[in-house]
């Protein structure tokens, strides 16, 4: 794999795919499907399209059972296609539709895939909601769209094989996370100077708590994030560092880099979003007021820049902005991900798996809040103890082998959904482990 890892060794750092053709950046009107339109992610995409509606043409919208939501976006915008994940949301979805508009409803992963992959469309928004945003962004690669990437899990649990199939079938990656389009926005051109990146935390609700002082979190204190509006897991895995955990794997599938070249610090204002170190030295970061539109909107746009709705920074009124290092003891996560880049051999998989399975539980008030980072450690190291015993037909799977990497059309699809369903009984395997551990 160190051909598809440039920078794991040394300096100089590539992103993972190229840049967007230059036709692409030039298209007047760019086609649009959105992967989890109903959630805040594609709701603010919505909102930038309606403003831009000679740039951005909706084609496909996609939710899982929203479909009231959905209904009213589709009213809107008329795309051709809609997609839900299964019959009885479809059938919930063709009463919502006003009488003379009929588009095209795909069902369930497939219908999923099908949209993500639609002949007419160029670009992609990929923000569903953990794993089950995967097989989209898969989908749009294989098909060589713009993928304007919004879910984390993609390149978690997959960025090995996302490398591989965008240098194939030359699909580009955006990143819509705030800290790593900060990250994109500070490299541009300046790849092989960079030494290491600064991801930024806020800390989350809970930052300067002790461990004792969680113990005693309810999933309601856990829900109020003092900076973003977000969905209840990404809300929880802010409070827990876990989203910056996963953060920094995505990181490090982005750039190509080992885990020891991404720090993090805590930055409580969220203003800075992310920061370049190089090798001089110098720092360069991305200063913004906290609004998801501006890396949503500069993704969609890209590399054009149009006018925002997003209120100025003002740093003379902000007045201080403070840095400090993360507390790892009372907030493992971040060293735990930088344990499952190192081990690798779907460690990161296990890690993504457990904390889904332990946010779940602990938003039914079946856990204590500690319990959800305590779990996914143990589920690490059941894993671990799997690959030393040699259980090779769990480990060698997340590698990808020589054959693969000389696959090409729908070869190399049909190896991608097999390694996908490999990767789906990890995690189910894992979620099993986590739900045992903690009844236990």
Known sequence: MSNLWPGRKGPGIRYITDMPSEGWQKKPCRSLVILGSTGSIGRSALSIAQTNPATIRVLGLACARSVNRLAEQAEQFRPDHLAVLDEESAANLKKLLPCGYTPHIHVGKEGYRTLASLPEADTVLSSQAGTAGLAGTLAAALAGKVICLANKESLVQAGDLLRLVCAKTKASILPVDSEHFALFDCLCGREDDAEALVLTASGGPFRGKSAEDLESVTPAQALKHPNWNMGAKITIDSATLMNKALELIEACQLYGLSPDRVQVLVHP????????????????????????????????????????????????????????????????????????????????????????????????????????????????????????????GRQTPFCLSETMLALEGEALADACWQMLETMDRLQQRTAAFVRDFLKA
Do not use: Y
Request: glycine fraction near 6%; charge should be negative; include cysteine.
């Open 269 to 392: 204002q969220s203003i800075v979003h992310s920061l370049v170190l190089f090798k001089d030295g110098g720092l360069l970061g991305q200063f913004a007021t906290p609004d998801m539109r501006l890396p949503i909107g500069n993704c969609l746009l890209w590399p054009r820049v149009e006018k925002s709705h997003i209120a100025p920074l003002s740093l003379a009124r902000i007045g201080t902005l403070t840095f400090s290092e993360v507390d790892n003891a009372v907030f493992p996560a971040i060293e735990l991900a930088r344990k499952a880049m190192q081990v690798r051999s779907g460690m990161s998989i296990v890690l993504n798996a457990a904390d889904e399975a332990a946010v779940e539980i602990f938003l039914e008030g079946k856990c204590s809040f500690p319990d959800i980072t305590h779990s996914v450690a143990q589920a690490m190291e059941n894993h671990l103890m799997e690959i030393r015993a040699g259980d090779k």
